[in-house]
């Protein structure tokens, strides 16, 4: 078990922007959880990833005002910092470019607070895990699992949770035949299907498709997002409703379930994030109905699934299921898994009895948990193989 005292000595660098469509979402979350951080009395530093991949590490960016309006110019002013890779006792130095020696900060603790590939998909905590530093969250494995829709619904198979009835699409085969896969999804699912760029998130790049004659315009959109696409039937009367879990390395909590609501055919970017403040930032409070209004038996059952799949993918600190539950026929689908829910869904943390400082409390014991760990992998192996290796005979091959 760890404590919070084994973290509050550590520099806590959140890292957040990213190579990704959600970039301005992951900026939302950074900035909330560096201001959260900051008045549990945690040493905080802002790193943020600009989209074409530059590392910053500032104070004036570690407040969401300064990415307000027009940022790009105030950004273009601030010193660049690159990750010096050299090694490193369980620490990741930040550099400011073009300062031999100085502007260096050290990361003893990683916060990922990106969203989708590049950070929420199991990258960045390889970096982490590279350079042996601790961080929050799910691993690398959890994280690159979750961030794929195709791989999630294979586990859920593999699990004998019910999802939705799906095929893939990659561009290569795609582009070679367009006709033959438009029918095959036709002729397979039938219609109205969800076309949904694999690896994304925020609903971007997601079509609810009704007529045939809409099936190219929404694989070619998700094709852009990503050369694969996952194509499902659709749940029709549909309530959206999700669960978040959260462990802290010892005890699991399992949150109320939120239904969200929506009049669009999905739950999408501009509600999620726009009306009324959002509902996924927990603002849109009218989107929001927690505890969701359905059957006992469905609330348990959500509830367990999201326990089932938080324990069997191994995940750390957080996660969050998504389902769709079927309100005329009583089925319910599981959709997908969230490793990093936009701004830890503290909103739903809060109706189920527990505040942000303890959400974030929890990820960060969590992340010290599977360090310390960690350290009792050994790699010492006492081994002849390089005295006796002939190069010769290697080389003959
Ligand atoms: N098979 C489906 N049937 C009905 N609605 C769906 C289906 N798949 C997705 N949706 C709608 O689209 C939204 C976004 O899809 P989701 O798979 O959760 O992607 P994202 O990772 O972008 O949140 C869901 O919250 C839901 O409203
Ligand atoms: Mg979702």
């Known amino acids: 078990m760890s404590t919070l005292e084994d973290i509050q000595d550590k520099t806590i660098g959140v890292f957040f922007g990213g190579q990704s469509p959600e970039h301005e979402i992951s900026i939302i979350t950074g900035e909330f959880v560096i201001a959260e951080m900051k008045k549990m009395g945690l040493t905080v530093v802002a790193v943020y990833v600009g989209r074409d991949g530059a590392w910053y590490s500032d104070e004036k960016i570690a407040k969401l005002a300064f990415f307000k309006g027009e940022y790009k110019k105030a950004l273009a002013e601030l010193p660049e910092y690159y990750l010096n890779l050299g090694r490193s006792e369980y620490k990741l130095a930040l550099q400011q470019k073009g300062i031999f020696g100085a502007g260096k900060t050290n990361i003893e603790y990683i916060f990922p607070a990106f969203h989708g590939l590049y950070g929420e998909d199991g990258t960045v905590q390889g970096l982490a895990e590279f350079f042996q530093v601790p961080y929050a969250g799910c691993g690398i494995y959890t994280s690159a699992i979750a961030v794929d829709k195709v791989l999630t619904k294979r586990v859920l198979h593999a699990l004998d949770i019910p999802t939705t009835d799906f095929l893939v699409v990659q561009k290569q085969e795609y ?11 036709h002729d397979t699912l039938g219609l109205p299907v969800f076309v949904k760029p694999a690896r994304s998130g ?11 004659k809409d099936l190219r315009d929404a694989l070619n959109l998700a094709l852009y997002y990503d050369p694969k696409v996952v194509v499902e039937q659709s749940v029709e009367d549909v309530a959206d409703v999700t669960c978040a879990v959260l462990s802290d390395g ?3 909590h399992i949150s109320e379930v939120q239904e969200s609501l929506f009049t669009a055919d999905l739950f999408d970017y501009s509600v999620k994030y726009l009306e009324d403040g959002g509902a996924q930032t927990g603002n849109a409070e009218s989107n929001l109905v927690i505890p969701a209004t359905i059957s006992p038996e ?3 059952q959500v509830k367990d699934i999201s326990k089932q799949l938080f324990t069997t993918l191994e995940a750390n600190g957080t996660l969050r299921v998504d ?3 079927n309100k005329k026929t009583g089925e319910l689908f599981a959709n997908e898994v969230n490793t990093l829910p936009g701004t830890l869904y503290h909103h739903l ?13 929890m990820m960060l014991k969590d992340g010290m948990c599977r360090w310390n760990e960690s350290r009792e992998i050994h790699d010492d192996y006492a081994t002849e193989v390089l005295t006796n290796a002939n190069q010769a005979k290697l080389q003959q091959g």
């Open 175 to 185: 582009d070679k035949g367009a006709d033959a896969i438009e029918k095959q999804i």
């Open 202 to 212: 925020s609903s971007i790049g997601i079509t609810k498709v009704k007529e045939v």
């Open 250 to 252: 010892e005890g699991i």
């Open 298 to 300: 469905h609330t348990a």
């Open 323 to 325: 389902f769709l539950l």
């Open 349 to 361: 943390w809060k109706k189920s009895g527990i505040d942000i400082n303890v959400v974030l409390e």
